[in-house]
């Protein structure tokens, strides 16, 4: 197929994954029309819809959908192979597109790619936050960053983070005035600030120590998705929080958050970047990984502690 022709199918699985034309034309760095000059284009050289448009968003039909899944990883091995043919193993190059979960920025970006693109500056990061979890081949994306428990099992994983936890914490105001909990049963009769799922759902804490388990009974006081407005309002003294320990750690020792209960916790694994092992790997990918692998055998080695 020509250059137009791959460009064209780029844009079908660009306005796909973004859900609009102007988000689409935004990633692809291109105007609106031309990328609605050229969805329409190819839908008339197929002869097939493959989107229905309203005025706030276009979605796929069901033609669109089989067609996007048959040219995902068409179009991946495509760019795998032409990327490796113009790419200097000591000095790779391309564009990494990852899927990651929402203000996870703060347990990999500082300590991994921030200096990643610093050793390979011709690699280029396109990132997308969501906190669903997606079909990351089905999507368009490279690789995905989940915790382990959310790899699918045939993924190929790669380590990110030391396992990690969730603590239960609140601010000295808040302690002063309710009490500080000294069993998680009296957590219920508490103020509390919940996560909300992407299901929708409260996720109710659901804490162990040794083989005790305990899950959160009573009604929140707030849920958020936004993990970090349930971090503020903790610090506001508006109730108790689950937070990950690495978020809070600062707030801890500054003595701006006790952490509570100290032998219970929400242990969650470790944080893991994925990507599928039936296809040729991207030397941009290949990179990350031999990268992220290195990191964490040099913080395991005696001398790195």
């Keep these: 197929m020509n250059r137009t022709g791959l460009t064209e199918l780029e844009i079908v699985l660009a306005v796909a994954r973004r859900g609009t034309f102007k988000a689409a034309a935004s990633e692809l760095e291109m105007s609106p029309s031309a990328v609605t000059n050229a969805v329409a284009a190819l839908e008339k050289r197929l002869g097939v819809r493959l989107f229905n448009r309203t005025t706030r968003s276009v979605a796929l039909t069901d033609a669109g959908r089989r ?31 990852l899927n990651v979960p929402p203000e996870s920025s703060a347990l990999w970006y500082a300590s991994i790619l921030l200096p990643f693109l610093q050793r390979y500056p011709r690699i280029r990061v396109d990132i997308y936050s969501q906190k669903e979890r997606v079909d990351i081949v089905a999507d368009g994306f490279d690789a995905g960053i989940r915790l382990a428990e959310d790899v699918p099992g ?10 990690m936890r969730m603590i239960v914490v609140a601010a000295p105001a808040y302690l002063a005035h309710a009490g500080t909990p000294q069993a998680p049963e009296a957590l219920d009769q508490h103020q509390t600030l919940c996560m909300r799922m992407a299901d929708g759902s409260v996720y109710r804490w ?38 990950t320990e690495q978020q809070v750690a600062a707030d801890v020792q500054a003595g701006r958050l006790v952490h509570l209960l100290p032998g219970w916790q929400v242990p969650l694994g470790a944080l893991c970047l994925y990507y599928p092992g039936h296809r040729l790997v991207p030397p941009a990918l290949r990179a990350l990984s031999e990268f992220v692998r290195a990191q964490r055998d040099a913080s395991a080695s005696p001398e790195a502690g």
């Design 67 to 97: 067609f996007s899944e048959k040219i995902v990883p068409a179009l991946a091995m495509i760019r795998s192979a032409a990327e490796e043919a113009g790419s200097d193993p000591g000095d790779p190059a391309g564009m990494l597109r």
């Design 154 to 163: 045939d993924m190929i994983a790669v380590r990110l983070t030391p396992e």
């Design 206 to 243: 659901e804490l162990s120590q040794q083989q005790q388990r305990y899950r959160l009974q009573g009604e929140p006081r707030m849920a958020a998705s936004d993990m970090s407005a349930i971090h503020q309002a903790a610090l506001a003294g508006l109730g108790i929080a689950c937070m």
